[in-house]
C-alpha cells in the first residue's frame, strides 16, 4: 500500500521567511502533484512532478522530486500572506489514483 | 473555459436514505475522477472512469456506493443507505486523454452531511 507522509502537518511562518515541506512516499513512483486548498474551495493545481530531479518554480514556491530518495519538496521564499492555505502532495503510482498526504496547513503572519 | 461542476454543493439528508452527487466534467476530458475528503484528511480515491467504464473501483468503501457515466461525460455518484460516517466532502476531477502524465482538475466538492 501507497503511503504518502507530509511534514510538517502545521506550519505557522512569518512574512520574509523561507520554509520547506517535505513529502515522503512509500512505494517507487515518478509521478507527483502539489496542490493547494483554501479553506472551503476544492484543490488548485500547482505543480505535476514527471521525473527524477523535475524542478519547477511559480512565483515564490519551489518544487522539486527526488525519486531515488522517494521524496519531494516543496520550498516557500519570502513568504508572503496570500500563500497562507493547505497543501497537498499526490503520489501517483497506478497511472490514475492520486495518493494524497494529510496536508500541510500554513499560516503566513506578518 | 468551464471547470468541474459539481452538483448539489451542499446536501444534508438523515441516516438511511438515499443520495446521488453529480459531476460535470471538463469539456472533452476522456478520464473522470471521484475522490471523498474528510475534515482534515487528504482527499481519498474512491473512482475512476474511462469514457463511460469504470475502469477501477476499488476505493469505493462498500457496496452502498456506486457510480455512474452512461454517456462518457456527466457521472453520478449513488450512496445507499447513508450512514453518518459518509459525511465527508466528495471531490470531482477530470484530466484529458493521459491519465497518470496530466494533472487531474477538481471541481468545488459536494459537501454531504448525514444526520
Known amino acids: 500500500e501507497l503511503k504518502v507522509e507530509q511534514n510538517p502537518l502545521f506550519l505557522s511562518m512569518q512574512e520574509g521567511k523561507n520554509y520547506t515541506i517535505y513529502c515522503n512516499y512509500s512505494?517507487?513512483?515518478?509521478?507527483l502533484y502539489w496542490y493547494r486548498q483554501d479553506p472551503g474551495k476544492s484543490l488548485e493545481s500547482l505543480f505535476v512532478l514527471l521525473s527524477n530531479g523535475a524542478v519547477k518554480q511559480e512565483g515564490r514556491l519551489m518544487a522539486s522530486l527526488d525519486t531515488k530518495a522517494r521524496l519531494s519538496t516543496l520550498h516557500i521564499t519570502a513568504a508572503v500572506h496570500d500563500l497562507s492555505a493547505t497543501y497537498f502532495c499526490a503520489v501517483d503510482n497506478s497511472g490514475y489514483a492520486l495518493n494524497f498526504g494529510k496536508g500541510t496547513s500554513l499560516l503566513v503572519t506578518p | 473555459g468551464a471547470g468541474v461542476s459539481q452538483t448539489p454543493s451542499n446536501k444534508v439528508t438523515e441516516k438511511g436514505k438515499y443520495v446521488e452527487l453529480r459531476c460535470d466534467p471538463i469539456s472533452g476530458h476522456t478520464a473522470l475522477y471521484w475522490y471523498r475528503q474528510s475534515l482534515g484528511q487528504g482527499p481519498e480515491f474512491l473512482i475512476y472512469?474511462?469514457?463511460?467504464?469504470?475502469?477501477?473501483d476499488s476505493g469505493l468503501p462498500n457496496d452502498r456506493f456506486f457510480a455512474v457515466r452512461p454517456e462518457g461525460s456527466v457521472s453520478t455518484l449513488k450512496i445507499q443507505r447513508t450512514e453518518r460516517g459518509d459525511s465527508a466532502v466528495y471531490l470531482c476531477a477530470s484530466s484529458p486523454t493521459r491519465p497518470g502524465r496530466d494533472e487531474q482538475f477538481f471541481g468545488p466538492g459536494t459537501r454531504l452531511t448525514v444526520l
Open positions: 472512469f474511462q469514457g463511460t467504464g469504470a475502469a477501477d
Open positions: 512505494t517507487t513512483s515518478d509521478r
